[in-house]
């Protein structure tokens, strides 16, 4: 049965992603390119929206970060606080509804996440405010070329909500598509600026994938900033 409410999805799903997590090919695509974009983080604070399992978190943290990750689901909590061995600041939030002071944060890190919204307009406008001058927002989406491969008759056209299965992970999870130039117009319209915008695939140094993984991207990373 399909569960809508993000908590319970991932509350039940939890432990098999976690399983599952080296069959997926974001930790050698999109995960390499959102560290390199952080940048030097040492010192600074970081939000990690949607943390998930805390790889991101993790890293953030050993490279000197202050992190506070939120996440819908108690279980990814869980599994993100062990993760990152009791360091850093977690807890349960739905990051449509959570409050954080204005400029808090020098970064705001969202892997694959903002996707589980249909309120993106409302997210960045949310974002500029929590963010200190020349804040950045690193955030990733599928790339529309997943949707097309694994939903059929797929419409680029227009915002929707999809169901898919991630097979790697072996689980069925939902997210709302939106057009790119959806994205782009709604955070330009709020604040921010286009730093760079890189499509993720694995490097062909890296040994052992399926050929497509090097040649169809996974991801598309968004580098922003508060202008």
Request: aromatic content about 14%; charged content about 30%.
């Amino acid at each position: 049965m399909k569960n809508d409410d993000i908590r319970d999805l991932y509350n039940g799903i939890a432990q098999k992603y976690n399983e599952n997590r080296s069959k997926a090919s974001n930790d050698v695509s999109e995960f390499p390119k959102v560290i390199e974009l952080a940048g030097d983080v040492k010192g600074k604070n970081v939000l990690d929206l949607g943390c998930g399992l805390g790889k991101h978190s993790k890293e953030y943290l050993n490279k000197g970060a202050i992190v506070t990750g939120i996440d819908a689901s108690d279980e990814m909590i869980k599994i993100a606080k062990k993760t990152c061995e009791n360091r850093g600041n977690f807890f349960v939030a739905n990051f449509e509804d959570v409050k954080f002071d204005d400029e808090t944060f020098d970064l705001i890190s969202a892997s694959f996440s903002i996707m589980y919204s249909d309120k993106i307009d409302y997210l960045f406008k949310q974002f500029h405010a929590w963010l200190r001058p020349q804040g950045r927002v690193i955030f990733s989406i599928y790339h529309p070329i997943q949707y097309f491969l694994k939903i059929e008759d797929f419409d680029f056209t227009k915002s929707k909500k999809y169901w898919f299965k991630l097979n790697a992970y072996d689980v069925e999870v939902y997210n709302y598509y939106h057009p790119i130039g959806d994205y782009c117009n709604s955070f330009l319209s709020n604040g921010f600026k286009l730093k760079s915008l890189n499509e993720t695939t694995i490097s062909r140094k890296i040994k052992g994938w399926a050929e497509e993984k090097y040649r169809i991207p996974n991801s598309i990373v968004f580098e922003i900033e508060k202008v």
